[in-house]
């Protein structure tokens, strides 16, 4: 996946943290797809998970032996701004694994939204 490409928010780790703040027709136009696509799993069952475990991860979501790790940046008020994710080969990034990088993610996320408040447009809006 290459910097700034646009994904679709019905699959992959950080659909699951950004959509943890979407409003109700944004989560119910990921269910239609993943509905569509007969997914196994609901938005609102990886939404809730994220928010249980403080992270969400994905295996072969987006891409057949790719997974991911993603947690919320929060500015330093508590509004969400974003998913801080770290991406690598399902061979690398098992469950044990994906906790480990969590954590890693978690300690760096509020510093990335501490920078970003004081960019100026990010806290502003």
Do not use: N
Request: hydrophobic letters at 35%; charged letters at 25%.
């Amino acid at each position: 996946i290459s910097v700034g490409e646009p994904m679709p928010l019905s699959a992959g780790a950080s659909s699951w943290i950004l959509l943890q703040s979407a409003p109700p027709e944004i989560v119910e136009r990921v269910e239609r797809q993943l509905r569509d696509r007969r997914a196994d799993f609901t938005a609102q069952e990886r939404i809730a998970q994220s928010i249980r475990q403080g992270y969400a991860a994905s295996r072969g979501e987006r891409e057949i032996g790719v997974a991911g790790v993603s947690v919320r940046i929060d500015l330093p008020d508590g509004r969400p701004v974003g998913a801080l994710t770290f991406g690598g080969p399902t061979t690398r990034i098992g469950s044990s694994e994906a906790a480990e990088f969590a954590k890693c993610l978690q300690q760096i996320a509020p510093q990335v939204g501490e920078h970003l408040s004081t960019r100026g447009s990010v806290a502003d809006q």
